[in-house]
């Protein structure tokens, strides 16, 4: 059964200490691996895909890498307006047919 | 452009109503997904669309719940005889649909709460 586990559950920071969120994921074959940000009362918004071992991708203050068996969201120097849920999903190949499988998030909150 | 919409934004219904809940997908996106996210829970997969065929179906957690697509476009998610373990935000999602790996856009979600 495909697993995606994120860690930690929350975290906080306070405005300019840069961190790092884990996904971590067993799959049949992985297809891609997405990340998205969620805030209060909204739906996920994309982020990132990644879809091999090696990648990586860069926007604003977040740099996601890929693994054979996680992601990392690295956060450089992050701001108040960073704090959300982020969230971690793979899509596999084959019989998983397109659907993606969600972590639980990390909640995170920076302050000032 | 614009983005996925859902209507009604929130509903509060009563145990045992059914309910409708809609979903406006990115215009010229082929493939359609319905997910459901309860409290403390990751979001879980219910049902795809590809056009207006439903080839995976196997997150509908019971056959009180259906769903269809007409037109390639809009998509209505049907819960019958609803039982408070029901409540949730159910968000829709649309993409291109080429080789696969082709990115999930979000609506804002239905925050269904049932009495």
């Known amino acids: 059964e495909d697993q995606v586990t994120q860690s930690p559950e929350a975290l906080r920071l306070q405005e300019g200490e840069s961190s790092s969120l884990n996904c971590s994921y067993t799959?049949?074959?992985?297809?891609?691996l997405f990340w998205y940000r969620q805030d209060p009362g909204k739906g996920p918004e994309f982020l990132f895909t990644?879809?091999?071992a090696g990648e990586e991708k860069e926007k604003e203050r977040l740099k996601a890498t890929l693994t054979k068996k996680e992601s990392f969201l690295h956060i450089t120097a992050p701001k108040p307006e960073d704090s959300a849920t982020y969230l971690c999903a793979v899509q596999v190949r084959g019989g998983g047919g397109n659907k993606l499988t969600f972590g639980t998030g990390t909640q995170l909150k920076v302050e000032l | 452009g614009a983005g996925v919409s859902q209507s009604p934004s929130n509903k509060v219904t009563e145990k045992g109503k059914d309910v409708e809940l809609r979903c406006d997908p990115i215009s010229g996106h082929t493939a359609l997904y319905w997910y459901r996210q309860s409290l403390g829970q990751g979001l879980e997969f219910l049902i795809y669309?590809?056009?207006?065929?439903?080839?995976?179906k196997s997150g509908l957690p019971s056959d009180r719940f259906s769903a269809e697509r007409t037109g390639g476009s809009v998509s209505t998610l049907t819960i019958q005889r609803t039982q408070q373990e029901d409540s949730a935000v159910y968000l829709c999602a649309s993409s291109f649909q080429l080789a696969g790996g082709e990115t999930q856009y979000f609506g804002p979600g239905t925050r269904l709460l049932v009495l």
């Open positions: 990644l879809y091999s």
């Open positions: 799959v049949s074959g992985l297809r891609g």
């Open positions: 669309f590809q056009g207006n065929s439903a080839p995976d």
